[in-house]
């Protein structure tokens, strides 16, 4: 799922409210979450790149254990 040149899944951006906020899959995380999840928005740029890669971090996590347990259902070779 990762959607740009830099291989990430989240970035921090501005949203329409021109807040601070990261924008990536999941909810609260669209351009115009901040009218529907004000509480998404973050109060500083540093914070939005904070948790931008905060984000990534553990969707990449997420990822892997999936990878992890897939394997293991299948009785396939483990790597971690």
């Known amino acids: 799922m990762k959607n740009d040149s830099d291989g990430k899944v989240y970035h921090a951006t501005r949203g329409s409210d021109m807040k601070p906020c990261v924008s990536g899959p999941g909810r609260g995380f ?45 009785g396939l070779e483990l790597k971690r």
């Open 30 to 74: 669209g351009y115009d979450a901040g009218t529907l999840w004000p509480e998404m928005r973050l109060t500083t740029d540093r914070d939005a790149e904070a948790a931008a890669k905060l984000s990534n971090e553990a969707f990449e996590q997420g990822y892997l254990q999936a990878q992890y347990d897939m394997r293991k259902a299948l």
